[in-house]
């Protein structure tokens, strides 16, 4: 069966990477969530996709110049204002503490390419072990140097490379670095990648599926997984072709 993991958590309909949009993937029935890390000021592990504040809070400025306690007055569902109310960006440990109440798995994107945040790898290995999560996290990220960093510190973790641009072999490239799976824009996986890279042993996880026919293609070709920014539409449709 083909998982779906909640892109930001249910990022089409909640405000992304917060507890509400994580809440809301486990509740339509999402098999994972993904999300993303970086560094606070004073060295706190925080989820956040952009570098900068701006986009999808009231706040402007670069996350690493921020301390955790400056971050958590920050509204959060700026691009669902009003929706829910305020919403705070929440640690990755705030996350796997939650994650320790139901059965999901979770994708950690380190957003570690514009800015590097040395230690950002030993820290969430850290925490993933600290919450004996070892069996249902993912470690993914563009900075392929950080995913080989990740394998040596911790063998036991899955690793995935995430890429934008065509690979030849792709099976080939994730394995001579250590990784268990990839990570591909949609774009850069052409169907017969996909099924050569399954047929080899190596799971495939695209992102972002967002439309239902795209999903019923690829759920009929066995892939892996989606990352989606709309599970509960990803449920529907993979329900629908099980009936």
């Given at each position: 069966m083909t998982l779906i993991f909640a892109h930001r958590g249910s990022a089409g309909t909640h405000p992304e990477n917060t507890m509400s949009a994580f809440h809301e993937a486990a509740r339509v029935g999402a098999d994972g969530i993904e999300t993303d890390v970086q560094l606070s000021k004073d060295?706190?592990?925080i989820i956040m996709h952009d570098e900068r504040l701006d986009r999808t809070t009231n706040a402007s400025g670069y996350v690493k110049d921020w301390t955790l306690q400056q971050l958590k007055t920050v509204d959060a569902s700026f691009g669902f204002k009003g929706n829910w109310g305020k919403e705070k960006i929440p640690t990755l440990e705030e996350l796997l503490i939650w994650l320790s109440h139901?059965?999901?798995?979770?994708?950690?994107?380190?957003?570690?390419?514009f800015f590097l945040y040395p230690g950002l790898e030993e820290k969430v290995i850290q925490l993933v072990r600290a919450y004996e999560m070892e069996g249902r996290i993912i470690l993914s990220s563009f900075n392929h140097y950080s995913l080989v960093n990740c394998h040596q510190?911790?063998?036991?973790?899955?690793?995935?490379?995430?890429?934008r641009d065509g690979l030849y072999m792709p099976w080939v490239y994730a394995k001579a670095i250590g990784g268990s799976?990839?990570?591909?824009?949609?774009?850069?996986?052409?169907?017969?990648?996909?099924q050569a890279s399954l047929s080899m042993g190596m799971p495939v996880r695209p992102y972002t599926i967002n439309k239902a026919a795209e999903m019923k293609r690829l759920y009929g070709m066995g892939c892996s997984a989606i990352i989606t920014d709309f599970p509960k539409v990803a449920v529907r449709v993979r329900e629908g072709l099980n009936m």
């Open positions: 060295g706190e592990v139901n059965q999901l798995l979770c994708n950690i994107e380190l957003k570690n390419t510190l911790a063998p036991e973790l899955e690793t995935a490379p995430l890429y799976a990839i990570h591909p824009n949609i774009r850069a996986a052409p169907d017969a990648i996909i």
